[in-house]
């Protein structure tokens, strides 16, 4: 009896160890591959780089840095004149368009700048104030009033979100929410990964990722929304920067200056405004120092009267 327990707990242990071996080595083959298309990629942004020297032109982004620090950690692709692009989200929200792609903050000069000037000051600020990351102080914009003094050439950083959902950010020149105008999706879906193994499909963003809005002219209103869990809700509700057009007439935007041609803007997602630490979404706005210094000198004059 005891033999006939002890060969079938053998035989158990057996199938057991078979099964790790079968794991072991499709996780060998696993990494076979990535090293595999982490060499694919190097070749391919090699071969890019050096097609633009070739034709006597700098392909910004790349030939400024090597490739072996360049290739970041995350799915995505090269693609020809725009250079690494992370796996974008499929969402799109009330069958919404996406403003642009979305790109890796290392992409160009440009928000090299962001990533290494602006970003260390948006994350100790944040850090430091605790959970009133947009809190009203001197520096805040009325959200409703976003008017570009200015032309400026609009992107948006993503900063970092705390919310219950997967959230989708957009933003309107021509009209509020979603109703009216021309709305587009900035980040579709408004999700950061928080552990090396989390599906970039479900998190796809991290901080400092961008999207370049356009050139917009003087006078160009600009409205920013957030569809409550967006990625999943088909009838999720729509959050403008105007509390009255929205279903709980609760205020669920907050911008304010930040530095130089810097805006933040913090999003609640709950119906009702949560708990107001405007932090389930943050995003930051670059639309040029002369519409930023626009609107702290209006909002200036309108305290003072």
């Known amino acids: 009896m005891e033999m006939e327990r002890l060969k079938t707990r053998n ?11 079968e794991e072991l080595q499709d996780l060998r083959e696993a990494l076979i ?6 060499d694919r990629l190097k070749d391919q942004l090699d071969a890019l780089v050096d097609n633009h020297e070739e034709e006597g032109t700098t392909l910004v982004g790349f030939s400024e840095i090597d490739s ?4 970041p950690n995350r799915q995505g ?10 796996l974008q989200s499929e969402a799109r929200p009330y069958g919404l368009e996406i403003a642009g792609l979305v790109r890796d903050v290392s ?3 440009r928000s090299r700048k962001f990533r290494d000037e602006i970003l260390p000051g948006i994350i100790e600020y944040m850090q430091t104030t605790g959970r009133e990351v947009i809190a009203q102080n001197d520096l805040t914009i009325s959200p409703d009033q976003l008017i570009l003094e200015n032309p400026a050439d609009l992107r948006a950083y993503f900063i970092g979100e705390q919310g219950q959902f997967n959230n989708s950010i957009g933003f309107n020149l021509s009209g509020r929410g979603i109703e009216t105008g021309s709305p587009k999706l900035v980040f579709p879906n408004a999700s950061q990964a928080i552990s090396a193994i989390a599906d970039p499909h479900c998190s796809p963003l991290q901080t400092g990722d961008f999207v370049d ?4 002219p003087p006078g160009t209103p600009l409205d920013l929304f957030l569809i409550s869990n967006g990625v999943h809700d088909e ?11 929205n279903p709980d007439n609760a205020d669920h935007l907050i911008v304010h200056g930040f530095a130089g041609d810097t805006i933040l803007v913090g ?3 709950l119906y009702g405004g949560g708990d107001r630490n405007f932090r389930d979404v943050v995003i930051a706005l670059d639309i040029g120092a002369e519409n930023v210094r626009a609107f702290m000198e209006s909002d200036q004059r309108t305290a003072s009267n």
């Open 68 to 71: 072996e620090t360049y290739i």
């Open 213 to 216: 809005l356009g050139r917009v």
């Open 77 to 86: 692709e090269f693609i020809d004149g725009i250079g690494f692009v992370p």
């Open 267 to 269: 999003f609640e997602d």
């Open 107 to 109: 992409t160009d000069e």
């Open 33 to 38: 591959m990535a090293e595999f298309d982490r």
């Open 11 to 21: 035989e158990k242990l057996q199938g057991q160890v078979a099964g790790l071996r």
């Open 235 to 245: 009838d999720a509700p729509v959050y403008t920067a105007d509390p009255t057009l």
